[in-house]
């Protein structure tokens, strides 16, 4: 296992000498490395630990303090995340199906307060030294401020050692024992995590409902734990010999344990978290990708047929590998864990938390490898870039394996209009922790998000958008891009000019509506009049087919773009000149006559999100 991480260190090295070559950016970041020893008592449901964390401050500023997240603080009455859900649970709405619901997250509800004392989660810091000296402490709730007694400065490296104790909570939301399908131990957000720090400054948010962020870094684990317990985890064993459940290697018989207990020690290279999960009945099934990580699927154990169920996802995996390494980058881990636990499917670096086996979780949840895992956006500010480029992704996974063309899969484009119609949009650039609604989050994030990249294809053509989810994935992984880094990347490859993109799309909740308008001759010549209805411009495709059964594609660039697309198939093209945003209207010609055209019609591929389709197409009647 060492020499792998060898290799990747190598491997990245040399990905870091060939990007300083060709001019990637350098943009700075913190490093961490974590060392944990946790002893967990499986009668109390308490834990103690130490951390003793290297912290390579990157960033050109001194540190005066430090904070670390305490994220089970949360779950606790009367917390920020209590009284925010229960605040939620007020607003009522009307559901895809039509029901009256609560705005709240149906998992958490007002479950929060009613948490008995041995029921509820804490994680409580007992000490933190840097470079040996004990350093002031100061609560606030979910965040800890280490107020220090010397700066910490650029470009230095510092070491802190952290004692704590912390309760696992009756598990309400993501992390806590005992969840719905009995697994005793989904640890996720379970240890003091050191804050990010970077060019926009701390990222102290207090958990509220959502979204992570953490420091790029290297993890040592060492779990101590009843020895009967089966731990799994974003991470390579590194004592599997000693421990067995069946990570141990082939031929080797793992000695009996002598104590009450045994300690597993896990290792992560270059991840920004780590997660585990324990349970006495869970058995592992394990599938070699080639080319690519070993899969583990560990769940508890069931009957053959949901068995079966659990075999199948992870043959789906190992058969979709391929695809997601050729359209998104190959995946750069040795293994990826899907663990049983949590309420849903939940992502984390190396491993996900699954509830049950579904093909959709299990592709979604690996795809945040590449999102969430890799490129590490700050979740609270970009929300959009983890779950929407996700959805989009696993959208294309699925279309590819059902061989249908991605563009005709809708779900997230309905879900986008759903929203921008139902008055409580709110701009992608919300906090995801500040929407007024969790349905605007959700519809944001997930649906105008991933909406957001497949219209892309339209404004650039498919095969470009390709290009730029590689070259996305080359320059910025480990690199915590924002949305800006993203859209470069796209003009960069693109050639076009796409800031509007971001500032209408992103920035705005203005919407598009393009309608065909009127059809005059003019000097023998046939005029078609485009309308733009709705405030965000465009450019159009317009295809015009004829009673012949021939077609013709009319391109009408937009003059913000500086450019045009190339042609995306085959019908023959027709380049006009661009269309000033600023014109409601545009005029183009065919040399057609009026009497051959059999109907006209705008983004036939429906890739644009035109909130009213009704008025993009003319038939025109015999
Ligand atoms: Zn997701």
Same mark, same amino acid.
């Given at each position: 296992?060492?020499?792998?991480?060898?290799?990747?260190?190598?491997?990245?090295?040399?990905?870091?000498?060939?990007?300083?070559?060709?001019?990637?950016?350098?943009?700075?970041?913190?490093?961490?490395?974590?060392?944990?020893?946790?002893?967990?008592?499986?009668?109390?449901?308490?834990?103690?630990?130490?951390?003793?964390?290297?912290?390579?401050?990157?960033?050109?500023?001194?540190?005066?303090?430090?904070?670390?997240?305490? *994220?089970?603080?949360?779950?606790?009455?009367?917390?920020?995340?209590?009284?925010?859900?229960?605040?939620?649970?007020?607003?009522?709405?009307?559901?895809?199906?039509?029901?009256?619901?609560?705005?709240?997250?149906?998992?958490?509800?007002?479950?929060?307060?009613?948490?008995?004392?041995?029921?509820?989660?804490?994680?409580?810091?007992?000490?933190?030294?840097?470079?040996?000296?004990?350093?002031?402490?100061?609560?606030?709730?979910?965040?800890?401020?280490?107020?220090?007694?010397?700066?910490?400065?650029?470009?230095?490296?510092?070491?802190?050692?952290?004692?704590?104790?912390?309760?696992?909570?009756?598990?309400?939301?993501?992390?806590?024992?005992?969840?719905?399908?009995?697994?005793?131990?989904?640890?996720?957000?379970?240890?003091?995590?050191?804050?990010?720090?970077?060019?926009?400054?701390?990222?102290?948010?207090?958990?509220?409902?959502?979204?992570?962020?953490?420091?790029?870094?290297?993890?040592?684990?060492?779990?101590?734990?009843?020895?009967?317990?089966?731990?799994?985890?974003?991470?390579?064993?590194?004592?599997?010999?000693?421990?067995?459940?069946?990570?141990?290697?082939?031929?080797?018989?793992?000695?009996?344990?002598?104590?009450?207990?045994?300690?597993?020690?896990?290792?992560?290279?270059?991840?920004?978290?780590?997660?585990?999960?324990?349970?006495?009945? *869970?058995?592992?099934?394990?599938?070699?990708?080639?080319?690519?990580?070993?899969?583990?699927?560990?769940?508890?154990?069931?009957?053959?047929?949901?068995?079966?169920?659990?075999?199948?996802?992870?043959?789906?995996?190992?058969?979709?590998?391929?695809?997601?390494?050729?359209?998104?980058?190959?995946?750069?881990?040795?293994?990826?864990?899907?663990?049983?636990?949590?309420?849903?499917?939940?992502?984390?670096?190396?491993?996900?938390?699954?509830?049950?086996?579904?093909?959709?979780?299990?592709?979604?949840?690996?795809?945040?490898?590449?999102?969430?895992?890799?490129?590490?956006?700050?979740?609270?500010?970009?929300?959009?870039?983890?779950?929407?480029?996700?959805?989009?992704?696993?959208?294309?996974?699925?279309?590819?394996?059902?061989?249908?063309?991605?563009?005709?899969?809708?779900?997230?484009?309905?879900?986008?209009?759903?929203?921008?119609?139902?008055?409580?949009?709110?701009?992608?650039?919300?906090?995801?922790?500040?929407?007024?609604?969790?349905?605007?989050?959700?519809?944001?994030?997930?649906?105008?998000?991933?909406?957001?990249?497949?219209?892309?294809? *339209?404004?650039?053509?498919?095969?470009?958008?390709?290009?730029?989810?590689?070259?996305? *994935?080359?320059?910025?992984?480990?690199?915590?891009?924002?949305?800006?880094?993203?859209?470069?990347?796209?003009?960069?490859?693109?050639?076009?000019?796409?800031?509007?993109?971001?500032?209408?799309?992103?920035?705005?909740?203005?919407?598009?509506?393009?309608?065909?308008?009127?059809?005059?001759?003019?000097?023998?010549?046939?005029?078609?009049?485009?309308?733009?209805?709705?405030?965000?411009?465009?450019?159009?495709?317009?295809?015009?087919?004829?009673?012949?059964?021939?077609?013709?594609?009319?391109?009408?660039?937009?003059?913000?773009?500086?450019?045009?697309?190339?042609?995306?198939?085959?019908?023959?093209?027709?380049?006009?000149?661009?269309?000033?945003?600023?014109?409601?209207?545009?005029?183009?010609?065919?040399?057609?006559?009026?009497?051959?055209?059999?109907?006209?019609?705008?983004?036939?591929?429906?890739?644009?999100?035109?909130?009213?389709?009704?008025?993009?197409?003319?038939?025109?009647?015999?």
């Amino acid at each position: 296992m060492k020499t792998v991480t060898k290799l990747f260190l190598l491997s990245s090295l040399i990905c870091h000498l060939s990007s300083s070559l060709q001019a990637q950016p350098d943009r700075w970041q913190q490093r961490i490395k974590y060392n944990i020893n946790v002893n967990m008592n499986v009668v109390t449901n308490r834990f103690s630990g130490t951390e003793k964390i290297e912290y390579i401050n990157n960033s050109p500023d001194t540190l005066n303090r430090i904070f670390f997240h305490l *994220y089970w603080n949360a779950f606790q009455p009367n917390s920020s995340m209590d009284v925010r859900s229960r605040e939620l649970g007020k607003i009522f709405l009307t559901n895809r199906r039509g029901d009256e619901i609560q705005d709240w997250d149906s998992r958490v509800r007002d479950r929060i307060s009613k948490l008995k004392e041995n029921e509820i989660g804490f994680q409580n810091v007992k000490s933190v030294k840097m470079n040996g000296v004990e350093q002031k402490l100061r609560n606030y709730e979910t965040i800890l401020e280490v107020k220090l007694d010397k700066p910490i400065l650029p470009k230095s490296k510092t070491s802190l050692e952290v004692s704590f104790e912390a309760q696992v909570p009756v598990q309400i939301r993501r992390s806590g024992r005992d969840n719905a399908e009995g697994v005793r131990y989904s640890m996720s957000q379970w240890y003091p995590k050191v804050v990010e720090y970077d060019y926009q400054g701390w990222n102290a948010n207090p958990y509220i409902a959502r979204e992570f962020y953490g420091v790029w870094g290297d993890y040592d684990v060492n779990i101590t734990i009843d020895k009967n317990y089966f731990v799994a985890a974003g991470g390579d064993l590194l004592n599997a010999n000693e421990v067995g459940f069946g990570y141990e290697a082939k031929g080797v018989k793992p000695k009996p344990v002598a104590g009450k207990t045994i300690t597993w020690k896990w290792q992560a290279y270059n991840v920004h978290d780590f997660v585990w999960a324990a349970d006495t009945s *869970y058995k592992m099934i394990t599938r070699p990708v080639k080319d690519g990580p070993l899969i583990r699927v560990v769940y508890k154990k069931t009957d053959s047929l949901t068995d079966a169920r659990w075999n199948k996802c992870a043959d789906t995996m190992a058969i979709a590998y391929p695809f997601i390494a050729k359209t998104f980058g190959p995946y750069p881990y040795k293994t990826y864990s899907f663990i049983q636990g949590g309420d849903g499917g939940m992502e984390y670096p190396m491993a996900t938390l699954v509830k049950n086996a579904s093909i959709g979780t299990f592709v979604h949840e690996w795809l945040h490898s590449w999102y969430q895992g890799m490129m590490g956006m700050n979740e609270s500010l970009f929300p959009w870039m983890d779950e929407g480029f996700t959805n989009y992704a696993g959208m294309r996974v699925v279309c590819a394996f059902r061989n249908i063309p991605p563009t005709i899969y809708d779900y997230e484009y309905k879900g986008y209009f759903n929203l921008a119609r139902s008055g409580m949009e709110e701009p992608l650039t919300t906090h995801a922790d500040h929407y007024n609604t969790n349905y605007a989050y959700n519809n944001a994030a997930y649906d105008k998000g991933a909406v957001f990249l497949n219209q892309l294809g *339209y404004i650039v053509g498919d095969k470009v958008l390709d290009k730029i989810l590689l070259e996305y *994935y080359r320059e910025w992984r480990f690199k915590h891009p924002n949305a800006n880094d993203f859209i470069r990347v796209a003009e960069k490859v693109s050639g076009l000019e796409l800031q509007w993109y971001k500032e209408y799309w992103v920035n705005s909740i203005k919407t598009i509506d393009y309608a065909v308008g009127d059809i005059n001759v003019v000097d023998n010549k046939t005029q078609i009049t485009l309308k733009r209805i709705g405030k965000m411009p465009m450019p159009i495709d317009v295809l015009l087919t004829f009673k012949d059964g021939t077609k013709e594609m009319h391109y009408i660039p937009l003059n913000l773009m500086y450019g045009e697309k190339m042609a995306e198939d085959t019908v023959t093209r027709i380049v006009h000149t661009e269309w000033k945003w600023t014109d409601p209207e545009y005029n183009f010609n065919t040399d057609r006559s009026i009497g051959d055209i059999k109907s006209i019609e705008i983004d036939p591929s429906q890739r644009m999100a035109d909130m009213n389709r009704s008025n993009n197409k003319l038939v025109i009647p015999d």
